[in-house]
């Protein structure tokens, strides 16, 4: 079992920055892929970034040039930078942590995040 929390989230103003962080524990594969998705109301969930234990990310188009996904390998651990929010932006974002071997992922349990003037 792998459990994962998030934290960063809370209120920012357009045009703002937020990071976000994402510590996983537990039973890690040594391939494996973290990441972000997010939801907005009456949305279904969708892909922001994720990032393999080699290092490969791979962003949303809404993001990209403004979200920076980083992870630290030896904690486990996945990070979002968040520059130049907008409105459209706001929405609760999961963390996952997707194991290779065997194939298995594990979400977070979302960090809220409001961006609004």
């Known amino acids: 079992q792998v459990q994962v929390v998030e934290s960063g989230g809370g209120l920012v103003q357009p045009g703002g920055s937020l990071r976000l962080s994402c510590a996983a524990s537990?039973?890690?594969?040594?391939?494996?892929?973290m990441g972000w998705y997010r939801q907005a109301p009456g949305a279904e969930r969708e892909m922001i970034a994720t990032?393999?234990?080699?290092?490969?990310?791979n962003y949303a188009d809404s993001v990209k040039g403004r979200f920076t996904i980083s992870r630290d390998n030896a904690k486990n651990a996945v990070y979002l930078q968040m520059n130049s929010l907008k409105p459209e932006d706001t929405a609760i974002y999961y963390c996952?942590?997707?194991?290779?071997?065997?194939?298995?992922?594990?979400w977070g349990q979302g960090t809220q995040v409001t961006v609004s003037s």
């Open positions: 996952y942590v997707r194991n290779w071997v065997p194939i298995r992922t594990f």
């Open positions: 537990g039973s890690i594969s040594s391939l494996n892929d």
């Open positions: 990032i393999t234990s080699g290092g490969d990310s």
